[in-house]
């Protein structure tokens, strides 16, 4: 049979090394950078961009999309490649990918921290950025398809089908979560409103980490491991069927995000029966990770490239075990809110994405530069400084969890009312795992400049490939249906398109299940009477709040248990939300739920008036000793920008809210006449008026605290609460 020659591309494989590697070090070094604030809250005082708020989704991105999707992608092209005996379809469109994803890194730097977001989570940027994310998406989906159709395999091995679940399937939730009305260059909101936008959200939300963070994962470590290993995969059959089954299943569990929330109770139902049916896939793929090491446990001890792959299956493992474990509503119940789930994210991101990355790193760099890795000593003490790293992040964060859980809904010995009412008593407990937290994240941040190091001296002597040789035979041409004694799957496995139907609609199945009828069926979501749309004045600080990432530490979503209701007051009904683009349930309390927060400004709830929530923001230790909130004085300063306020109701009216003509008309007569009722409050306090008596540039009507002020004093006002003085 005549061979071929061609030439593999390593150039973008090494691109996409370097990327991920420096975007790691800014990603998890801005990470630490945000556990020092829990312990000195106004390190970055009076520097909006720097603030915790606007750095937390900026933390997040980079990891997911920056240092974990530049590393899938370079396993994802070296592995394909060499899996197909093809050279990717496009040298031009490779480079596009390569450089595209990374002006959308840069777009993401500079948008976040200048409070550019849309809030939801995983998705917080702005409508020209996904456009740019789905364009560039569809040029790798391009690359990808067309080097399988060039293929000179016949059969499409295992790690492709992930690969090729994964670009379908983030294509469609991308798409279908970023449906938002813009309203400016920089401003838009999600068509999707409350119970409905929580639901899409989560549908989002879980898949991202399914089908970004794990399916891309699965499928370089049925390349990487068996190659490090030098051993087949341990089974073919349970490789179909960890794939099958788990791509079916995980588009279904998205709900178990909402559990005891507003969401119909059916939806939370199925979220949880198909989140627990996730063990079974989830564990078959770790055996099958776990078991192709068979015979090689000897190399393990002293092959720092199978330690990092082993721990990341078992981080794999761990993290996939639990997460089904945290659907069970009774587990939900004390976890949802807590730092458990900061410790049960932390161990899939830093032990399975992180350690498989690494473990890949020191794998190809030496193979594509045509040497040794520089020090075999200090990629071993990477692996046990980073293994040590993790476990002093995650312990801590296990036990504030439980701490959390346990006094929030702790009653005295009466039985009659919170034994710590003040969610203060509970900050001040974390403060050692805080600590802990914060050096166990030092110690992997310093294992990753070790790398760093190690992998700048490989390639300095080594000699860098770009273009890598190599011949297959041409594939042969053979009949398009099945052949005698050729099973399905294998029949299937040469059939790339019908490979890619079927699996779009074994992960569209879910999804319209669950989603369709929330968004269609009325009787979902009963409507309240009551519930009104926010005043121009309160849509303007409902977006300060949204800008500033208020939303990573306050919930809005007060849950129908005993204990927070007598905390936080009635709980929350899936009408009230019904004008609310995006939801702001939140998905951690760092502070206290805000649902109710307009409630306690009313004189028998506790006096949180205009002028308690004026110096809260100025300076929340004055009010609230040993509170780990920062201090937001440039909403003192700054001017409020009411240029587009009628143009974000024109938007809102497009989405259902029932504004008039004569209420987008008057839109800034009504925001001077709220306003002014909040500065004469806010100047009745002496101390207040005296600080601003001779300011004349800036009233103090028109400042972006008013709005803000004006979006805390309504929420939760809109339905009728029991007077718990009565």
């Given at each position: 049979?005549?061979?071929?020659?061609?030439?593999?591309?390593?150039?973008?494989?090494?691109?996409?090394?370097?990327?991920?590697?420096?975007?790691?070090?800014?990603?998890?070094?801005?990470?630490?950078?945000?556990?020092?604030?829990?312990?000195?809250?106004?390190?970055?005082?009076?520097?909006?961009?720097?603030?915790?708020?606007?750095?937390?989704?900026?933390?997040?991105n980079a990891v997911i999309f920056a240092f974990v999707g530049n590393a899938m992608f370079a396993g994802v092209y070296y592995s394909m490649q060499r899996l197909l005996k093809a050279r990717m379809f496009s040298d031009v469109l490779s480079k596009l990918h390569f450089w595209g994803w990374q002006l959308i890194i840069v777009a993401a730097a500079v948008s976040l921290p200048l409070g550019y977001t849309t809030s939801k989570e995983y998705a917080e940027l702005e409508w020209p950025i996904d456009i740019a994310i789905a364009l560039i998406w569809v040029v790798f989906g391009i690359n990808m398809i067309g080097t399988i159709i060039k293929r000179r395999e016949r059969h499409i091995y295992v790690a492709i089908w992930f690969y090729i679940a994964t670009f379908v399937t983030v294509a469609v939730l991308h798409i279908f979560n970023s449906f938002e009305l813009p309203v400016s260059f920089l401003k838009s909101y999600s068509v999707y409103a409350g119970v409905q936008d929580a639901l899409v959200q989560w549908w989002y939300g879980h898949n991202a980490v399914a089908f970004f963070l794990t399916t891309p994962f699965l499928g370089m470590m049925y390349y990487f491991v068996p190659k490090a290993a030098n051993r087949p995969v341990y089974s073919y059959r349970l490789s179909i069927i960890h794939f099958w089954s788990l791509i079916f299943i995980y588009i279904w569990a998205g709900p178990h995000h909402l559990l005891y929330s507003a969401l119909p109770d059916w939806a939370q139902n199925l979220g949880v029966v198909f989140s627990i049916m996730l063990i079974a896939p989830s564990w078959g793929g770790m055996i099958n990770g776990l078991l192709t090491l068979r015979g090689v446990w000897d190399k393990v001890r002293t092959d720092s490239v199978l330690k990092f792959f082993v721990v990341a299956i078992t981080g794999y493992g761990m993290a996939t075990f639990e997460g089904p474990m945290l659907s069970l509503k009774n587990v939900n119940a004390i976890a949802h809110y807590t730092d458990w789930?900061?410790?049960?994210?932390?161990?899939?991101?830093?032990?399975?994405?992180?350690?498989?990355?690494?473990?890949?790193?020191?794998?190809?760099?030496?193979?594509?530069?045509?040497?040794?890795?520089?020090?075999?000593?200090?990629?071993?003490?990477?692996?046990?400084?980073?293994?040590?790293?993790?476990?002093?992040?995650?312990?801590?964060?296990?036990?504030?969890?439980?701490?959390?859980?346990?006094?929030?809904?702790?009653?005295?010995?009466?039985?009659?009312?919170?034994?710590?009412?003040?969610?203060?008593?509970?900050?001040?407990?974390?403060?050692?795992?805080?600590?802990?937290?914060?050096?166990?994240?030092?110690?992997?941040?310093?294992?990753?400049?070790?790398?760093?190091?190690?992998?700048?001296?490989?390639?300095?002597?080594?000699?860098?490939?770009?273009?890598?040789?190599?011949?297959?035979?041409?594939?042969?041409?053979?009949?398009?249906?099945?052949?005698?004694?050729?099973?399905?799957?294998?029949?299937?496995?040469?059939?790339?398109?019908?490979?890619?139907?079927?699996?779009?609609?074994?992960?569209?199945?879910?999804?319209?299940?669950?989603?369709?009828?929330?968004?269609?069926?009325?009787?979902?979501?009963?409507?309240?009477?009551?519930?009104?749309?926010?005043?121009?004045?309160?849509?303007?600080?409902?977006?300060?709040?949204?800008?500033?990432?208020?939303?990573?530490?306050?919930?809005?979503?007060?849950?129908?248990?005993?204990?927070?209701?007598?905390?936080?007051?009635?709980?929350?009904?899936?009408?009230?939300?019904?004008?609310?683009?995006?939801?702001?349930?939140?998905?951690?309390?760092?502070?206290?739920?805000?649902?109710?927060?307009?409630?306690?400004?009313?004189?028998?709830?506790?006096?949180?008036?205009?002028?308690?929530?004026?110096?809260?923001?100025?300076?929340?230790?004055?009010?609230?000793?040993?509170?780990?909130?920062?201090?937001?004085?440039?909403?003192?300063?700054d001017k409020l920008d009411n240029s587009i306020i009628q143009g974000k109701m024109k938007a809102m009216v497009t989405l259902g809210v029932p504004y008039s003509d004569a209420d987008i008309t008057n839109a800034l007569k009504s925001i001077d006449a709220q306003a002014s009722k909040i500065e004469k409050n806010l100047l009745a306090n002496a101390e207040i008026k005296k600080s601003f008596e001779k300011e004349t540039a800036v009233p103090l009507k028109d400042r972006e605290i008013i709005a803000v002020i004006a979006y805390l004093q309504r929420l939760g006002t809109d339905i009728q609460v029991k007077d718990k003085k009565q």
């Open positions: 049979m005549e061979m071929q020659q061609f030439h593999y591309d390593n150039k973008i494989v090494r691109n996409f090394i370097y990327a991920s590697i420096i975007f790691g070090v800014v990603g998890m070094l801005v990470g630490l950078i945000l556990a020092i604030m829990f312990l000195f809250p106004n390190i970055t005082s009076g520097v909006s961009f720097l603030s915790f708020g606007r750095l937390r989704p900026l933390h997040t789930i900061i410790a049960h994210v932390h161990v899939g991101a830093l032990a399975w994405n992180g350690f498989l990355s690494f473990g890949m790193i020191y794998w190809l760099i030496p193979r594509m530069t045509k040497s040794k890795l520089f020090s075999e000593k200090l990629a071993n003490f990477h692996f046990w400084i980073g293994t040590l790293g993790i476990i002093l992040y995650a312990l801590p964060m296990y036990v504030a969890g439980f701490t959390q859980a346990s006094m929030w809904k702790q009653f005295d010995a009466e039985g009659s009312r919170l034994q710590y009412g003040n969610f203060l008593e509970t900050v001040t407990q974390l403060m050692p795992m805080y600590w802990m937290r914060a050096i166990g994240g030092t110690l992997f941040l310093l294992g990753v400049f070790v790398m760093c190091y190690n992998i700048i001296m490989t390639v300095k002597k080594g000699a860098a490939v770009e273009d890598e040789l190599a011949e297959a035979p041409q594939l042969e041409v053979i009949s398009k249906n099945r052949l005698k004694g050729e099973k399905l799957h294998a029949w299937l496995e040469r059939k790339p398109v019908q490979f890619m139907l079927l699996t779009t609609l074994a992960i569209l199945i879910g999804g319209l299940i669950q989603i369709v009828p929330t968004l269609l069926v009325k009787s979902n979501i009963p409507t309240i009477a009551a519930v009104k749309p926010y005043t121009p004045l309160e849509l303007q600080g409902r977006d300060l709040y949204i800008r500033e990432g208020c939303v990573s530490c306050h919930s809005q979503m007060i849950r129908p248990f005993r204990s927070e209701v007598e905390r936080y007051g009635e709980y929350s009904k899936a009408g009230e939300f019904v004008y609310d683009h995006p939801f702001l349930w939140g998905s951690k309390r760092t502070g206290p739920d805000l649902a109710r927060e307009g409630v306690k400004g009313k004189p028998y709830n506790g006096g949180r008036d205009d002028v308690w929530q004026f110096n809260h923001l100025y300076d929340p230790q004055s009010i609230s000793p040993g509170s780990l909130m920062p201090r937001y004085q440039w909403l003192i300063k």
